[in-house]
């Protein structure tokens, strides 16, 4: 989408891209890069201990095109938070764009980041995601709808501000744009908070006095996973991590974070007292109890399924229809449930979900 606004060109810019495991992807973004209707100073690419030729791929990249002005760094310390640490820590920009691998940025991404944070006095910019399926399947079709719906990403605007026209504060935007004294500032970001850094450092943004600006002229497109069990890996991950930035802000938790965890913590804590009480030979209060557990769940499954002949009908896309009810229900029980397996082990990892400081899982 062309930008209207103009753009003044004496600001350096450093992309910041830090990858793991992302061989083909990375290099699409390089390409994407080159469209950018703002001059880049450099593109530091950190690769975090890749195990897939990627590292191979770039240098690869970087011999045959020798004038594009990428530099290739290495971060042994796993987790993104290390990896953007390291690379704007070495950025001679005035400004930095953080970029993801599977990201793909419109051609005025990073001139309108500029503007909001250099002209506009933002202390963070970012856009909305045009959110695609990950793969050409129906149930990658319902997961991308279900992800960029408010039953899905409750008031997340940067998922489901599409139709949105003017710039607004918000609590956070991924692939930010800000000044490098500002990171310095605030420290960089965290590197204990190995999901959700991007929230966690814009939320010190917002603390120190600055906005956090979502223009929707900034746009990026971005792939959904592609199964039920990766979205799964994947929100469990969120809520996990979620629960481990809020020991640290609890001032920064907002309702749609705290009503999935809420509601899986009722749907357990009644499944539980039902099996108690039955268990007990409390005839009468296992019948209450039973009651209610489906009497909740009842209403949840209507919710869902409302949420999901909504999108479907708007769109005359009935054949995601019941997959949607699923996609819902694993980022809801997942996410929740992310955060009441941090809070009930105090905060160890559960082995049998991968590596900790893994940034994507598996798909």
């Not at 930095?96 to 006095?121: E, F, K, N, Q, W």
């Not at 746009?219 to 069990?229: D, G, H, V």
Request: some cysteine; charged content about 15%.
């Amino acid at each position: 989408m062309p930008s209207s606004v103009p753009m003044p060109q004496h600001h350096s810019v450093s992309v910041i891209v830090p990858c793991r495991n992302e061989h083909a992807s990375v290099l699409e973004l390089l390409d994407d890069l080159t469209r950018q209707d703002y001059p880049l100073a450099e593109v530091i690419v950190v690769d975090n201990a890749s195990s897939d030729g990627t590292r191979e791929a770039l240098e690869r990249y970087r011999r045959e095109h020798p004038a594009y002005p990428i530099q290739v760094l290495r971060c042994e310390r796993i987790g993104q938070p290390a990896a953007l640490n390291t690379g704007i820590r070495m950025a001679t920009g005035e400004v930095i764009v953080r970029m993801d691998a599977h990201s793909r940025p419109d051609a005025s991404y990073v001139g309108l980041g500029v503007h909001t944070v250099c002209d506009a006095g933002a202390g963070v910019a970012g856009g909305v995601w045009e959110i695609v399926p990950g793969r050409p399947t129906i149930v990658a079709q319902a997961i991308a709808r279900g992800v960029s719906h408010p039953m899905g990403a409750g008031d997340a605007a940067y998922r489901t501000g599409r139709s949105m026209h003017e710039p607004m504060p918000v609590d956070t935007v991924p692939f930010g744009c800000f000044l490098k004294s500002t990171w310095e500032r605030l420290g960089g970001f965290n590197e204990r908070v190995l999901t959700n850094e991007d929230y966690e450092f814009n939320y010190r943004v917002r603390q120190s006095g600055r906005q956090v600006i979502l223009d929707p002229r900034i746009r990026s497109t971005y792939y959904a996973r592609p199964t039920l069990a990766a979205l799964a890996v994947q929100y469990f991950r969120y809520g996990w991590w979620k629960a481990q930035m809020l020991k640290a802000h609890p001032k920064s938790l907002r309702w749609r974070q705290a009503v999935p965890a809420a509601f899986v913590a009722t749907v357990v804590a009644l499944a539980a007292l039902t099996a108690a009480l039955g268990f007990a030979g409390y005839q009468v209060l296992f019948l209450v109890s039973a009651l209610a557990l489906i009497g909740l769940l009842a209403l949840y499954g209507g919710a869902l399924g409302y949420a999901a002949w909504r999108i479907s009908g708007g769109r005359r896309t009935w054949a995601i229809l019941p997959v949607l009810p699923l996609v819902f229900a694993t980022i809801h029980f997942c996410w929740g449930g992310g955060v009441l397996v941090n809070l009930l082990s105090f905060g160890r990892w559960p082995r049998r979900f991968g590596t900790l400081a893994s940034g994507r899982p598996p798909s």
